[in-house]
């Protein structure tokens, strides 16, 4: 166990639609990552939050966009969900006490988003 | 760009034998490099890191990774595999400060290992 918990487990909804993805990070770290793992793209980055703060975006869509609270946790937010947005959604954190230090990532369970 | 390469999308071994997982990464400073591993319907958990220092690195559950820069590899190893290693292992690179990127994590492609008893 990571310590990062992410919620639901498992999503599944239709095309057009739009959900949220929940993540909690361990205790006290305050970055925040969330990843997406498909069969074709394999894993990529998609979003950092460092402190409530965007620090980084990979290759997120437009239609996709995350925010972290002050109490730390974080939501993904997909809409207009396309078949092709079905994946694993990973969220990790880090003990990054600077967001441009790095430090390892622990890594949630993940989010199966399956969209029909 | 930075970029991770793992050469082998299946390996299969022998209960008992020894593994080597190979990770090539391409990448202009000094990187850190990370293995991963990730069991059926898990998330992924941290084996092992390499930041600095001595090249040779041992992580959780008696594996090891060694760095070496004029090959650009860190490859994964183990002497003896449990069936209970029956999972697929990702290499990542992290960028940092100086390369003008952000602490992302950039993952190959992985690799499928299977045991055989």
């Known amino acids: 166990d990571s310590g990062v918990t992410q919620t639901p487990k498992h999503l599944i909804t239709a095309t057009g639609q739009r959900v949220t993805l929940r993540c909690s990070p361990r205790s006290g770290d305050l970055s925040v990552y969330w990843y997406q793992q498909s069969l074709d793209q394999g894993l990529q980055f998609l979003i950092q939050y460092y402190n409530g703060e965007e620090r980084a975006k990979g290759n997120i869509l437009e239609r996709f966009s995350a925010q972290q609270f002050p109490d730390l946790h974080s939501e993904l937010n997909l809409s207009s969900l396309e078949l092709g947005d079905s994946a694993l959604y990973f969220c990790?954190?880090?003990?990054?006490?600077?967001?441009?230090?790095?430090?390892?990532?622990?890594f949630g369970p993940g989010t199966r988003l399956t969209v029909l | 760009a930075q970029s991770v390469t793992q050469p082998d999308i299946h390996i299969t071994v022998s209960e008992g034998a020894s593994l080597e997982l190979r990770c090539n990464y391409s990448?202009?400073?000094?990187?850190?490099l990370f293995w991963y591993v990730q069991s059926p319907g898990q998330g992924l958990q941290l084996l092992l890191k390499?930041?600095?220092?001595?090249?040779l690195v041992q992580g959780i559950k008696g594996f090891e990774a060694e760095f070496k820069r004029s090959q650009s590899s860190f490859n994964l190893r183990k002497p003896s595999v449990h069936w209970s290693d029956a999972a697929e292992y990702f290499c990542?690179?992290?960028?940092?400060?100086?390369?003008?990127?952000?602490?992302?994590?950039?993952f190959g492609a992985g690799t499928r290992l299977a045991v055989h008893p």
């Open positions: 990448y202009g400073a000094t990187p850190y």
């Open positions: 990790a954190s880090s003990p990054s006490r600077q967001p441009e230090i790095y430090n390892e990532q622990f």
């Open positions: 390499y930041f600095s220092g001595d090249t």
């Open positions: 990542a690179v992290g960028a940092d400060l100086f390369s003008g990127g952000y602490n992302k994590l950039i």
